[in-house]
């Protein structure tokens, strides 16, 4: 890039939209970093991703397509970057841009110092600085959001206090940019050895809670509904009395609203890295045709879906392959007339278990 000033617009083989670097910056260097990974190894499928230290946005980047499914929240306080990230991000309707500094209490700060060995901008406590800190808690609660699945970590762009506070255990992993190096004491001694797994990948430090690590023992199937049993948690929407019904030791039957309104049921679950949901769907009508659809769903996204359509009395057995997730989920099951044709009989009978 000698010779090159202002923005460059680089295309990359294999990625949607083209990567924008800062000519007479390490841009370059950057943006190869993050889009190799560089040793930040995430083993699951995160549904919420904070990343404090955006930079000029390309681990953003990454992150949004190697996850399209999830909710990454860009946090930047360094004003210099903020075009960059803007341009950089844009394409990735999952991101989104926060121009803020986050800590354990509110405050403000400043980038105006150069700190490290590196001699790289840094967030510096500074009580007339011009960017406001905001805490991490109510930074979430303002976006209706729980702890996030993963925290990626800057340090040069975080408060000094934010990785020496106690992090939920619903953040699976925490990825501090280190370069390579070890924690410093003073934070390693925040995330003990007999609570936490410590990793060195790459540029990051990978930190696991142990007790996140360990997954419960299940039984072999898992109902959806088991009304002999515990009853899971129930919502409706579209039906009426007479239009759910049990049948057998974990069946129901689902009648679809004649006036073209898809019946619903929402069933509240705890997931533990369900591997698939299988489903054996009959309509009990030879001569309806009804649309059945079942999605499971946590924190906003879909861990899975399918439909299934029902000529007559047709009996279907089908299978989902779900997203590795752990925690609450939402199971919704639908019915609803797949013609115009009034029967007063259709109905569509479910019976549906989770494989661990």
Not at 17 to 24: C, E, K, M, Q, S
Not at 68 to 90: F, G, S, W
Not at 91 to 120: E, Q, W
Request: net charge positive; glycine share 8%.
């Amino acid at each position: 890039m000698s010779g090159v000033m202002g923005l460059v617009p680089v295309t990359l083989e294999g990625r949607r939209a083209p990567i924008w670097l800062r000519a007479g910056t390490d841009d370059v260097w950057s943006a190869q970093n993050a889009l190799s990974g560089r040793g930040l190894n995430i083993p699951f499928s995160p549904q919420t991703i904070l990343e404090i230290g955006a930079g000029a946005g390309y681990r953003s980047a990454a992150l949004a397509e190697e996850f399209p499914d999830a909710k990454v929240m860009a946090v930047e306080p360094d004003p210099a970057v903020r075009r960059v990230l803007k341009l950089n991000t844009l394409p990735y309707p999952n991101i989104s841009l926060h121009f803020c500094a986050l800590s354990t209490v509110a405050g403000r700060y400043s980038c105006a110092d150069r700190v490290g060995t590196d001699r790289k901008p840094g967030l510096v406590e500074d009580p007339a600085g011009p960017i406001q800190a905001r805490s991490v808690g109510e930074f979430l609660r303002e976006r209706q959001c729980g702890a996030p699945h993963l925290a990626i970590i800057t340090p040069d762009a975080a408060s000094k206090t934010l990785l020496r506070a106690p992090w939920s255990l619903a953040t699976r992993l925490i990825a501090v940019e280190t370069g390579g190096k070890l924690l410093p004491l003073t934070t390693a001694s925040c995330f003990p050895e007999g609570q936490y797994s410590r990793t060195l990948s790459g540029d990051y430090v990978l930190l696991r809670p142990r007790e996140a690590m360990i997954v419960p023992k299940l039984p072999r199937a898992v109902p959806v509904f088991a009304p002999g049993g515990i009853l899971r948690p129930l919502r409706f929407a579209h039906v009426g009395t007479g239009q759910f019904a049990a049948f057998g030791s974990h069946g129901f039957r689902l009648t679809p609203n004649r006036s073209g309104a898809p019946a619903t049921v929402f069933f509240s679950h705890e997931c533990y890295n369900y591997k698939e949901l299988h489903a054996v769907v009959r309509g009990i009508s030879e001569k309806s045709v009804v649309r059945c659809a079942i999605q499971i769903i946590a924190a906003g996204q879909k861990l899975g879906e399918m439909t299934v359509v029902l000529q007559g009395a047709e009996k279907r057995t089908v299978a989902m392959v779900l997203r590795d997730h752990r925690g609450s989920c939402e199971v919704i099951v639908t019915a609803e007339m797949a013609e115009s044709e009034d029967h007063e009989e259709a109905a569509a009978e479910i019976t549906a278990t989770f494989l661990g």
